[in-house]
């Protein structure tokens, strides 16, 4: 399984490059790409996808959801910019495998998701493997979790229509929100907004991307 998760790591390295003009860098944070290498990716995916789960392409975990292809995960945890004493938020637990690797980076980290049964699987997974500076929710994340705000950084993991500004609201100056913002199903951005003081903030887009869509609508908690 080293081995595999070794050549997995050498196919991201190998997107970082062709995208680098995009990314403006033509490597990752080295603790991403350790954190990468030490989370076991095959406990993530279902056991019939298990001889895919080095592959670096999504896979489907169920209810219409997947687990992001690996140079996606890699490269949102980079632009996060991460440090060591940092919490930040996660909207879109899923299979918990990007949440296994904020868990690597970060001091703490809340992860909200808005299907019940893999809110709960992926909370289970997480505590079995000893992810214990994790805290789950099960919940529609389109509002955040005000409870822990303010956040060095928020990730979403599900395309947005548009920038939710409760999210912006709930990082501190400095703090980043990484979200693919787009069309559901259609043309969708990386898009990187950071805070600065005061109401004033900062988007950036990285490239073309495809994720499920985020539910926006409040209504629906989990
Ligand atoms: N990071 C996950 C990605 C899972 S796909 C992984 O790699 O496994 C995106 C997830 O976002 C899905 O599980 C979906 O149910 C969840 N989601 C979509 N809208 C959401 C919302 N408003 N709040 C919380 N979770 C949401």
């Given at each position: 399984m080293k081995k595999d998760r070794q050549c997995m790591i050498t196919d991201i390295q190998r997107e970082v490059e062709y995208t680098s003009s995009l990314i403006g860098k033509r490597a990752l944070d080295p603790r991403v790409i350790k954190a990468m290498e030490e989370v076991p990716r095959e406990a993530f995916v279902p056991a019939s996808m298990l001889h895919l789960a080095f592959e670096n392409g999504p896979l489907p975990i169920g209810y219409g959801?997947?687990?992001s292809q690996p140079s996606i995960v890699a490269l949102m945890s980079d632009l996060l910019q991460t440090q060591d004493d940092h919490?930040?938020?996660?909207i879109g637990t899923g299979s918990g495998y990007q949440t296994a690797i904020l868990?690597?980076?970060v001091r703490q980290v809340y992860s909200i998701e808005v299907v019940g049964e893999l809110g709960e699987a992926?909370?289970?997974?997480l505590k079995d493997l000893g992810y214990s500076n994790v805290e789950c929710r099960i919940g529609n994340g389109y509002a955040g979790w005000p409870e822990h705000a303010p956040y060095n950084g928020i990730i979403v993991t599900a395309a947005a229509t548009h920038i939710p500004m409760q999210l912006v609201d709930q990082l501190m100056p400095g703090g980043r929100l990484v979200i693919p913002v787009g069309e559901p199903y259609g043309a969708q951005e990386l898009v990187v907004v950071t805070r600065g003081e005061a109401?004033?903030?900062d988007v950036r887009e990285i490239l073309g991307v495809a994720f499920v869509p985020m539910q926006e609508e409040l209504g629906s908690t989990g």
């Open positions: 959801q997947t687990i919490v930040v938020l996660e868990s690597r980076l992926s909370a289970g997974r109401d004033h903030f």
